[in-house]
């Protein structure tokens, strides 16, 4: 991109931040915000991730989801290893501005890297007696294979 | 609480961790889980907050959502202080068990502390032009008058 202006503002008060119309977005230590992902047809969450400064100034930008893995340190493209990629269709900030939600059209039907639609394909049964649990997959079914889609990259 | 025994497993492989019954939850640095809540009627987005260990257990046995508040560090029921409750109707955890989806009966219909339904009450505009960016205020009306409500608790 050529022209790479900054869409955040600094911070102020709390009054400015939570009832403002200034983007002053609140990274963490590790400069990042959460992100969700939800299904703008479903509206089931597909996935949680994060982004720095760079991947939401990118994501506002192309209106495509970017993102920066903790573990890999590095900034991604969704999709650009999978060809699943997110057209988000609207960005939401939350109150205090340390949260993002996107609403987005997911390319291929599948966020999850385990080739399911959504990364929350187990549910934790609640109010069972203390102790182990036993999660309960449900719409798991897997849309794609993920070796053949990424190899042996995991 | 009477019986506190753990309902969580150690972590296995990631092939357990993916692909297994075990609830083994991957809690940060700092001992926490994002969780994600959605009003299970709208399945809209209303807030994103962590859980510790702890919070997330307790989650699990009342049906209650409990968090853990990162700038006060403390442990907190949601509605404790403003009545606004929300009863977990569902609990889903994703691949890597890092995040935790719940869908929520949202008492007083508003979960966030402004007094909106959602604390995802400004969208981002998308695709414009680089530069400081003006966020659009959606569906934020006020439920309730936070002042009221919380007093000078901020």
Not at 43 to 60: F, K, P, Y
Request: hydrophobic share 35%; proline share 5%.
């Amino acid at each position: 991109m050529s022209d790479e202006r900054s869409p955040f503002t600094p911070r102020g008060s709390t009054d400015e931040v939570e009832e403002g119309p200034a983007l002053a977005p609140k990274f963490d230590a590790d400069g990042l915000v959460v992100c969700v992902a939800t299904d703008t047809r479903s509206g089931d969450v597909l996935m949680v991730a994060h982004m720095n400064a760079e991947a939401l100034r990118r994501t506002i930008a192309t209106g495509q989801a970017w993102y920066f893995s903790r573990s890999r340190r590095t900034l991604w493209r969704k999709g650009e290893s999978s060809g699943h990629a997110q057209r988000v269709v609207e960005m939401r900030i939350d109150c205090d501005q340390d949260a993002v939600w996107i609403k987005v059209e997911q390319a291929g039907g599948a966020a999850c890297h385990t080739g399911r639609r959504s990364c929350f394909y187990r549910a934790v049964p609640l109010g069972a007696p203390a102790g182990a649990v036993t999660l309960e997959f449900r719409d798991a079914e897997k849309l794609f294979d993920p070796q053949a889609v990424y190899g042996n990259k995991s």
